[in-house]
T-cell receptor, first 114, second 112 residues
């Protein structure tokens, strides 16, 4: 899997859009970008994923640059409950048995400020 | 649906003791995973399984063993516990290869 780089921490005012960047300059053509978050010490929660088109669901939007070397997760109206660690992961769509060692990096700690 | 259930939630072990962390899922997922998370760090894959009877090592398998006799259950066995195994352990499952991961609430293990 391609490696990702995320800022260690970010703050965002409550009610504003939170924009979390992720750099994945070594991404290959068939690797997807996934986002998860971990609230306090709970198990990580899936947010969204995409290949090259922008994606939106009820939780967030994912913007992937045209060259696919970076992406941004957007939480449109951040609330205090969005305070969490956000992980950006790049991975193949198929689990290649014996080849893939799926790991999470240290992510971005997002703090929503009242 | 309960999703992914892990037991116990907390456990303290003495050095050299053994124990099994239980994980069960009721979503009929073929793919199951065990991760550990050390304080302030990301998750590291210990073992994974692509179906009953099939398991393989992840990034940090030393000191652990797994089995997958049924689709629902994926227990993680710690043999001869060491302080370095103090961590939070997460079990996860997914329906598709490379699909969305569903995580349990975690099991916090301390080895003294």
């Amino acid at each position: 899997d391609a490696k990702t780089t995320q800022p260690p921490s970010m703050d965002c005012a409550e009610g504003r859009a939170a924009n979390l960047p992720c750099n994945h300059s070594t991404i290959s053509g068939n690797e997807y970008v996934y986002w998860y978050r971990q609230i306090h010490s709970q198990g990580p929660q899936y947010i969204i994923h995409g290949l090259k088109n922008n994606e939106t669901n009820e939780m967030a939007s994912l913007i992937i640059t045209e060259d696919r070397k970076s992406s941004t997760l957007i939480l449109p109206h951040a609330t205090l409950r969005d305070t969490a660690v956000y992980y950006c992961i790049v991975r193949l769509p198929l689990f290649n048995f014996g080849n893939e060692k799926l790991t999470f990096g240290t992510g971005t700690r997002l703090t929503i400020i009242p | 649906n309960a999703g992914v259930t892990q037991t116990p939630k907390f456990r303290i072990l003495k050095i050299g003791q053994s124990m099994t962390l239980q994980c069960t899922q009721d979503m009929n997922h073929n793919y199951m995973y065990w991760y550990r998370q050390d304080p302030g760090m990301g998750l590291k894959l210990i073992y994974y399984s692509v179906g009953a009877g099939i398991t393989d090592k992840g990034e940090v398998p030393n000191g652990y063993n797994v089995s997958r006799s049924t689709t629902e259950d994926f227990p993680l066995r710690l043999e001869l516990a060491a302080p370095s195994q103090t961590s939070v352990y997460f079990c996860a499952s997914s329906r598709l290869a490379g699909g969305e991961l569903f995580f349990g609430e975690g099991s916090r293990l301390t080895v003294l």
